[in-house]
Structure formats: structure tokens, C-alpha cells
């Protein structure tokens, strides 16, 4: 995909007719711009469906999500150099997971990007630990890798955003 030529007299034009037509965008990048795409009618009828259940009131909202995690998952899989925010969500067994000194070490090593650890104990055996994070995803997934090294982790989820 080519982005129009911003210089173009004709670009432009039709930009100051969106400007004029939509107003500003909501999110202070400059006006919202329309655009048209042409989808299976099965496809639509089961984005509507999904975008009607999510709670959604018109497919431009229910699209810029879709958007942005289109955005977050490719700049999670390839673009290490950006950054990005989210949060590491561990379910472990506290008598088996090595929450001694090294795990200290580990959340010291990465004080640059962690912002935020919770931890709630489930019951006897099970801990939840919530860990926020926020710089260069590069980071956040040695963290991810960092963490998964230690017996005990039942699971290991990762969220993240990109900071677009």
C-alpha cells in the first residue's frame, strides 16, 4: 500500500474536504480520514454479529480496534526496537516456583522497564503475579523469556500494545 503524496494539490484538496466534512479526529492526529473496502458479505454479517456483542455501535470504532491489535501483535512479532507497554500475567505454584533472591535479581536486571508488580495468592498452592511493563519490546520479551526459565510457572501470558 502507497500512502498518498501529502504535497499533491489533489490530496489536499480532498483532505480539506474530510477536515471540513468529519471535523477533527478524537485521538489529536489530524482528521479522521474515510476510507472503503470491500469484504465477503459472510465475512461482514459476522464482523457486525462479534461487533454488536463486543458492544460496539458503529463498524469505524469496532475498526480502529480491530486496527490497533493488528498493529500490537505485528509490532510484538517483528519490531523489537519499538516500544510498546502491557503487562506479563503469571500463574505459578508458590512451592515450586524459585521466587527466591534470583527472581529479585531478575525484576532489578529490568527496573528500566517494569513499572508495577501485584501479587494475590489463589490458595495454598496457586499465586497470580501481575508484572506492568513499559519500554523497548526487545526488553519485555527477554523479561517474558527470563521468567519462563523458572519450575513452578503454570502459565505465562503476555499482553501488550503498541504505542501508537
Not at 502507497?2 to 474536504?17: G, M, S
Amino acid at each position: 500500500m502507497t500512502l498518498p503524496d501529502t504535497k499533491d494539490k489533489r490530496f489536499q484538496v480532498l483532505n480539506n474536504k474530510v477536515k471540513k466534512k468529519h471535523g477533527p479526529s478524537h485521538d489529536h492526529e489530524g482528521p479522521a480520514m474515510r476510507i472503503s473496502m470491500s469484504v465477503p458479505p459472510k465475512l461482514l454479517t459476522e464482523f457486525d454479529r462479534a461487533m454488536k456483542k463486543a458492544g460496539y455501535s458503529d463498524r469505524s470504532k469496532a475498526m480502529q480496534t480491530v486496527m490497533h491489535s493488528f498493529i500490537d501483535e505485528y509490532d510484538w512479532k517483528v519490531g523489537n526496537n519499538q516500544n510498546g507497554a502491557g503487562t506479563l500475567v503469571l500463574l505459578y505454584n508458590n512451592h515450586t516456583y524459585n521466587q527466591d533472591s534470583a527472581y529479585t535479581r531478575t525484576q532489578h536486571d529490568y527496573n528500566d522497564i517494569i513499572s508495577a508488580v501485584t501479587h494475590i495468592h489463589l490458595d495454598h498452592e496457586n499465586c497470580l503475579e501481575t508484572i506492568m511493563v513499559k519500554g523497548k519490546i526487545e526488553r519485555i520479551k527477554e523479561l517474558a523469556r527470563k521468567i519462563s526459565e523458572n519450575r513452578g510457572i503454570k502459565s505465562l501470558k503476555v499482553n501488550f500494545v503498541a504505542l501508537v
